[in-house]
Protein backbone atom coordinates (compact mmCIF):
# COMPACT_ATOMS: atom_id res chain seq x y z
CA UNK A 1 0.00 0.00 0.00
CA UNK A 2 1.37 3.39 -0.90
CA UNK A 3 1.92 6.39 1.58
CA UNK A 4 -0.91 8.39 0.34
CA UNK A 5 -3.25 5.30 0.84
CA UNK A 6 -1.68 4.55 4.71
CA UNK A 7 -2.78 8.49 5.31
CA UNK A 8 -6.14 8.15 4.12
CA UNK A 9 -6.68 4.88 5.93
CA UNK A 10 -5.62 6.32 9.13
CA UNK A 11 -7.63 9.42 8.93
CA UNK A 12 -10.69 7.30 8.24
CA UNK A 13 -10.10 4.28 10.75
CA UNK A 14 -11.44 5.87 13.92
CA UNK A 15 -15.48 6.70 12.46
CA UNK A 16 -15.31 4.21 9.32
CA UNK A 17 -18.13 1.69 9.74
CA UNK A 18 -15.66 -1.20 8.05
CA UNK A 19 -12.87 -0.62 10.76
CA UNK A 20 -14.81 -0.01 13.60
CA UNK A 21 -16.33 -3.42 12.61
CA UNK A 22 -13.06 -4.88 12.40
CA UNK A 23 -11.94 -3.36 15.73
CA UNK A 24 -15.16 -5.28 17.49
CA UNK A 25 -14.08 -8.69 15.62
CA UNK A 26 -10.42 -8.21 17.23
CA UNK A 27 -12.10 -7.32 20.61
CA UNK A 28 -14.77 -10.01 20.61
CA UNK A 29 -11.94 -12.23 20.02
CA UNK A 30 -9.07 -11.55 22.04
CA UNK A 31 -10.82 -10.58 25.29
CA UNK A 32 -11.02 -14.05 26.69
CA UNK A 33 -7.19 -14.66 26.07
CA UNK A 34 -4.96 -13.16 29.17
CA UNK A 35 -2.65 -10.26 28.12
CA UNK A 36 0.36 -10.73 26.77
CA UNK A 37 2.66 -9.08 24.03
CA UNK A 38 1.28 -8.51 21.00
CA UNK A 39 2.28 -7.33 17.98
CA UNK A 40 -0.15 -5.69 15.23
CA UNK A 41 1.30 -6.03 12.02
CA UNK A 42 0.13 -3.67 9.22
CA UNK A 43 -1.47 -1.23 11.89
CA UNK A 44 -1.67 1.63 9.61
CA UNK A 45 -3.00 4.42 12.33
CA UNK A 46 -2.65 1.87 15.33
CA UNK A 47 -6.63 1.33 15.70
CA UNK A 48 -6.78 -2.38 16.58
CA UNK A 49 -2.94 -1.74 18.43
CA UNK A 50 -5.15 0.37 20.93
CA UNK A 51 -8.21 -2.19 21.05
CA UNK A 52 -5.60 -4.52 22.26
CA UNK A 53 -3.85 -2.09 24.66
CA UNK A 54 -7.21 -1.31 26.37
CA UNK A 55 -7.10 -5.07 27.07
CA UNK A 56 -4.23 -4.86 28.81
CA UNK A 57 -2.00 -6.44 26.14
CA UNK A 58 1.73 -5.08 25.41
CA UNK A 59 0.66 -4.18 22.18
CA UNK A 60 3.47 -2.68 19.14
CA UNK A 61 2.56 -1.52 15.93
CA UNK A 62 4.85 -3.03 13.55
CA UNK A 63 4.27 -0.98 9.98
CA UNK A 64 6.89 -1.62 6.91
CA UNK A 65 6.36 2.24 6.09
CA UNK A 66 7.89 4.76 8.39
CA UNK A 67 4.65 7.12 7.85
CA UNK A 68 2.48 4.61 9.04
CA UNK A 69 4.84 4.05 12.36
CA UNK A 70 4.66 7.86 12.50
CA UNK A 71 1.04 8.11 12.62
CA UNK A 72 0.23 5.28 14.87
CA UNK A 73 3.14 7.21 17.55
CA UNK A 74 1.17 10.20 17.15
CA UNK A 75 -2.01 8.46 18.90
CA UNK A 76 0.99 6.93 21.25
CA UNK A 77 0.72 3.49 20.21
CA UNK A 78 4.23 2.14 20.89
CA UNK A 79 5.10 1.28 17.42
CA UNK A 80 8.54 -0.29 14.91
CA UNK A 81 9.04 -0.43 11.37
CA UNK A 82 9.58 -4.04 10.22
CA UNK A 83 8.68 -6.32 7.35
CA UNK A 84 5.92 -8.84 8.07
CA UNK A 85 8.95 -11.51 6.31
CA UNK A 86 11.51 -10.22 8.91
CA UNK A 87 9.89 -9.33 11.99
CA UNK A 88 11.98 -7.36 14.41
CA UNK A 89 11.56 -9.80 17.58
CA UNK A 90 12.71 -12.60 18.98
CA UNK A 91 11.88 -16.14 18.31
CA UNK A 92 8.90 -17.39 20.89
CA UNK A 93 8.73 -13.94 22.46
CA UNK A 94 4.88 -13.00 21.07
CA UNK A 95 1.60 -14.15 22.72
CA UNK A 96 -0.11 -12.84 19.64
CA UNK A 97 -0.12 -11.54 16.33
CA UNK A 98 -2.72 -9.71 14.44
CA UNK A 99 -2.19 -9.45 10.86
CA UNK A 100 -5.36 -8.02 9.23
CA UNK A 101 -5.22 -6.99 5.26
CA UNK A 102 -1.51 -7.78 5.62
CA UNK A 103 -0.81 -11.32 3.44
CA UNK A 104 -2.64 -10.38 0.29
CA UNK A 105 0.39 -7.00 0.08
CA UNK A 106 3.13 -9.95 -0.10
CA UNK A 107 4.16 -12.25 -2.71
CA UNK A 108 5.82 -14.18 -0.06
CA UNK A 109 3.01 -14.45 1.71
CA UNK A 110 4.00 -17.89 2.55
CA UNK A 111 7.22 -16.49 4.35
CA UNK A 112 5.28 -14.14 5.92
CA UNK A 113 3.14 -16.76 7.93
CA UNK A 114 6.41 -18.94 8.78
CA UNK A 115 7.85 -15.62 10.45
CA UNK A 116 4.78 -15.22 12.52
CA UNK A 117 5.00 -18.93 13.61
CA UNK A 118 8.87 -18.23 14.16
CA UNK A 119 7.77 -14.88 16.87
CA UNK A 120 4.63 -16.57 18.13
CA UNK A 121 5.14 -18.67 21.22
CA UNK A 122 3.97 -22.41 21.25
CA UNK A 123 0.53 -22.12 22.08
CA UNK A 124 0.22 -18.31 20.44
CA UNK A 125 -2.70 -17.29 18.92
CA UNK A 126 -2.24 -15.67 15.07
CA UNK A 127 -5.85 -13.28 14.18
CA UNK A 128 -5.52 -13.24 10.03
CA UNK A 129 -8.12 -11.25 8.04
CA UNK A 130 -7.46 -10.99 4.32
CA UNK A 131 -9.90 -10.21 1.09
CA UNK A 132 -12.03 -13.05 -0.28
CA UNK A 133 -12.55 -14.53 -3.61
CA UNK A 134 -10.45 -13.84 -6.97
CA UNK A 135 -13.61 -13.06 -8.43
CA UNK A 136 -14.31 -9.48 -6.27
CA UNK A 137 -10.80 -8.79 -8.25
CA UNK A 138 -11.65 -4.45 -8.91
CA UNK A 139 -9.35 -1.59 -9.43
CA UNK A 140 -9.90 -1.11 -5.89
CA UNK A 141 -7.26 -3.88 -4.95
CA UNK A 142 -4.94 -2.46 -7.73
CA UNK A 143 -5.25 0.46 -5.94
CA UNK A 144 -4.26 -0.74 -2.77
CA UNK A 145 -1.42 -2.91 -3.79
CA UNK A 146 -3.30 -6.36 -3.73
CA UNK A 147 -1.28 -9.02 -5.06
CA UNK A 148 -4.15 -11.44 -4.58
CA UNK A 149 -7.63 -12.54 -2.93
CA UNK A 150 -8.21 -15.92 -1.17
CA UNK A 151 -10.39 -19.07 -1.52
CA UNK A 152 -11.22 -20.46 1.65
CA UNK A 153 -8.80 -23.42 0.71
CA UNK A 154 -6.28 -21.03 0.00
CA UNK A 155 -6.20 -19.37 3.46
CA UNK A 156 -6.38 -22.67 5.48
CA UNK A 157 -3.59 -24.31 2.95
CA UNK A 158 -1.72 -21.68 3.66
CA UNK A 159 -1.43 -21.75 7.17
CA UNK A 160 -1.78 -25.26 8.05
CA UNK A 161 1.28 -25.53 5.65
CA UNK A 162 2.95 -22.86 8.24
CA UNK A 163 2.74 -24.82 11.20
CA UNK A 164 -1.01 -23.66 12.58
CA UNK A 165 -3.42 -24.81 13.19
CA UNK A 166 -7.02 -23.31 12.86
CA UNK A 167 -9.59 -22.80 15.48
CA UNK A 168 -11.65 -20.80 13.41
CA UNK A 169 -12.13 -19.70 9.70
CA UNK A 170 -15.19 -17.62 8.78
CA UNK A 171 -16.17 -15.11 5.85
CA UNK A 172 -17.04 -11.74 6.82
CA UNK A 173 -19.11 -8.74 5.39
CA UNK A 174 -21.17 -11.34 3.83
CA UNK A 175 -24.61 -9.59 3.71
CA UNK A 176 -22.78 -6.63 1.69
CA UNK A 177 -20.81 -8.65 -1.11
CA UNK A 178 -23.68 -8.03 -3.59
CA UNK A 179 -23.22 -4.21 -3.16
CA UNK A 180 -19.68 -4.24 -3.22
CA UNK A 181 -19.49 -6.31 -6.16
CA UNK A 182 -21.90 -3.95 -8.21
CA UNK A 183 -20.14 -1.15 -6.66
CA UNK A 184 -16.32 -1.91 -7.48
CA UNK A 185 -17.19 -3.31 -11.37
CA UNK A 186 -18.48 0.43 -11.76
CA UNK A 187 -15.67 2.29 -10.30
CA UNK A 188 -12.53 2.73 -10.46
CA UNK A 189 -9.42 3.61 -8.25
CA UNK A 190 -9.62 2.54 -4.16
CA UNK A 191 -13.08 2.56 -2.17
CA UNK A 192 -11.28 4.11 0.89
CA UNK A 193 -12.80 7.89 1.12
CA UNK A 194 -15.39 9.44 3.63
CA UNK A 195 -18.72 7.60 3.38
CA UNK A 196 -21.93 10.20 4.59
CA UNK A 197 -22.67 9.52 8.02
CA UNK A 198 -25.83 8.75 7.73
CA UNK A 199 -24.83 5.65 5.34
CA UNK A 200 -21.49 4.88 7.32
CA UNK A 201 -24.29 4.07 10.26
CA UNK A 202 -26.31 2.06 8.26
CA UNK A 203 -23.81 -0.13 6.53
CA UNK A 204 -22.00 -0.20 10.05
CA UNK A 205 -25.68 -1.99 11.62
CA UNK A 206 -25.59 -3.77 8.61
CA UNK A 207 -22.29 -5.66 8.93
CA UNK A 208 -22.28 -5.63 12.71
CA UNK A 209 -26.07 -8.11 12.31
CA UNK A 210 -23.77 -10.53 10.91
CA UNK A 211 -22.48 -11.09 14.55
CA UNK A 212 -25.63 -12.54 15.44
CA UNK A 213 -26.44 -14.63 11.96
CA UNK A 214 -25.38 -18.07 10.85
CA UNK A 215 -23.20 -16.81 7.72
CA UNK A 216 -19.93 -17.76 8.71
CA UNK A 217 -19.92 -19.85 5.68
CA UNK A 218 -21.27 -18.00 3.30
CA UNK A 219 -19.13 -16.35 0.73
CA UNK A 220 -18.48 -13.15 1.71
CA UNK A 221 -15.87 -9.88 1.19
CA UNK A 222 -12.92 -11.06 3.62
CA UNK A 223 -12.01 -14.09 5.23
CA UNK A 224 -11.21 -14.42 9.36
CA UNK A 225 -9.37 -16.34 10.62
CA UNK A 226 -7.70 -17.78 14.10
CA UNK A 227 -5.00 -20.23 14.76
CA UNK A 228 -2.35 -21.28 17.18
CA UNK A 229 0.72 -21.98 16.95
CA UNK A 230 1.62 -26.02 17.05
CA UNK A 231 4.54 -27.48 18.48
CA UNK A 232 6.43 -28.58 15.33
Do not use: C
Not at 150 to 168: K, N, P, Q, V
Not at 186 to 215: C, F, I, M
Request: no cysteine; glycine share 8%; hydrophobic share 45%.
Amino acid sequence: MDRTEIARLAALEDTHWWYQERRHLVRSTVKAISPGIALDIGAAGGGNTRVLRDLGWTAVAVEYDELGATIARSRQVLALRGDARHLPVRSSSIDLIVAFDVLEHIEEDDTAVSEMYRALRVGGQLLVAVPADQRLWSDHDVSVGHVRRYSRDGLELLLRAGGFEISTLTSWNVLLRPLVKWHRRRSTGSDLGRVNPLVNKGLGAVVASERYLPLSRWPGVSLFAVAERADR
